[in-house]
């Protein structure tokens, strides 16, 4: 049952980034719904690493975070869809 969800959870969160939250997504989410979409593909594995190795997701989830201010500072907002 492991390997089965080790395989089919980032298999559909692919699907779901490839289909609503990629820059050239056929399908793309309002910024909030982005934002959303963001959070948990992103968040999730940090929110799961923190049981196992503390320091290594909390070092992925700042990372993560960094990435997404540094998105709105730059002004590259404008190359994913609104």
Known sequence: MGWLSGITF??????????FGSPRAPF??????RLMLEALIFGLPGALLMGLMPVTAIIYLVSVVLNRVLIVYWKQENLIHT
């Open 10 to 19: 980032p298999l559909l969160f692919a699907i779901a980034w490839g289909m």
């Open 28 to 33: 793309p989410l309002p910024q909030n719904g």
